[in-house]
């Protein structure tokens, strides 16, 4: 299994030989196994992982309880990852995941929330290239056009492009390339963008082949 927590830093570029590349600076991990789940026991297997060290009065009760019976200092997050059985078993509760299961050239998907957007039209939200811009078409310019499918079936179509509420949703961004790992400073330089702003949470995993 590789796969662990991070928190997305911002961007800058670097050079890639002769060319010039955006990468997305991520502080990733340490994380540690703080729960194991069995296919036996629990119907499937997965790995929780806890990410930042935390104050105990940051939490309540019930987190703190579940820090406490294994035995785990908090932790600010917790994320469940789904593995294999071969996966669960090679990891301990207590075990600590650092960025250096990672190396340059390897490929990750990363998982996180985009940024929201708020309220958004159609021209905005799903690309449409909006009305005529003269010729009689007053206050028409960016509105979406006829939605419906006349008398039959008087009805508008489930899943229809309209506008409304744009962004804030989990997004996976797939086939990003490793450019550099730091070990000391748990940062991973990852060739183009991940989703949400700086400070968000992601989840950083190998990618499948």
Request: proline residues 4%; aromatic residues 6%; contains cysteine.
């Amino acid at each position: 299994m590789k796969a662990m927590l991070g928190k997305k830093l911002g961007m800058t570029q670097v050079n890639e030989g002769d060319e010039v590349v955006s990468v997305t600076i991520l502080k990733a991990g340490p994380c540690v196994v703080v729960q194991k789940k069995e296919r036996e026991k629990d119907g499937y297997s997965s790995v929780q992982l806890g990410f930042e060290e935390v104050k105990e009065k940051i939490l309540n009760k019930p987190q703190l309880g579940h820090f406490e019976k294994y035995k785990i200092p908090p932790r600010r997050y917790l994320r469940e990852v789904k593995v294999s059985e071969e996966a669960s078993s090679s990891y301990k509760i207590g075990d600590e995941i650092t960025v250096d299961i990672f190396k340059k050239g390897d490929l990750v998907s990363v998982t996180g929330v985009s940024k929201g957007k708020g309220f958004a039209g159609v021209m905005k939200r799903h690309g449409f290239k909006g009305g005529p811009a003269s010729h009689g078409a007053g206050q028409w310019h960016r509105r979406p056009g006829s939605i419906g499918a006349s008398a039959s079936p008087s009805r508008v179509f489930k899943g229809k492009k309209m506008p409304g509420r744009m962004g804030g949703e989990r997004v996976t961004v797939r086939g990003l390339k490793v450019v550099d790992v730091d070990k000391d400073a748990h940062v991973l330089w990852v060739k183009g963008a991940c989703p949400g702003k700086n400070g968000e949470l992601l989840i950083v995993r190998e990618e499948r082949r």
